[in-house]
């Protein structure tokens, strides 16, 4: 065969795949004391159009359309209509960074003095005294 592949080549290059190694994940090293970041003034602002919609709209089960609804009606607002929203937003965002200034101040002093040595730690440090108590229920040294 000219320039062909046989059935024995192509099953040879597909177990020869290179597989990469999987990547650490990075939602492993999330904190759950950091504060989360502030809402932007259109989820402010859906927040409450979520409570209006569903009382308009009953029946209604679809988030996709709650959002669209939302969407549409967020652009066709003024400027002075989205001044309150903006407004929140902006409160929630001082508030965050206040939030934030105290957690990294809190990460810069690191661990307090009795928090250096986890529960865990403990338990298994007695664990292992309570197994040298000279009871010899589990060895068997034949």
Known sequence: MKGGKSKA??????LAVNKKPAKASK????????PKRPSSAFFVFMED???????????NKSVAAVGKAG?????????TEKAPYVAKADNRKVEYEKNMKAYNKKLE???KEDEE???KSVSEV????DADDGSDEEEDDD
Not at 9 to 14: E, Q, R, V
Not at 50 to 56: E, V
Not at 126 to 129: C, F, I, M, S, V
Request: glycine residues 4%; charged residues 45%.
């Open 126 to 129: 007695n664990d292992e005294d």
């Open 49 to 59: 159009f979520r409570q209006t919609y569903k009382k308009d709209h009953p029946n």
């Open 71 to 79: 969407g549409q009606k967020w652009k066709s607002l003024s400027d």
């Open 9 to 14: 080549d192509t099953k040879s290059t597909k």
């Open 27 to 34: 939602a492993a090293a999330k904190d759950p004391n950091k």
């Open 109 to 111: 002093e690191g661990p």
């Open 117 to 119: 040595e986890s529960d």
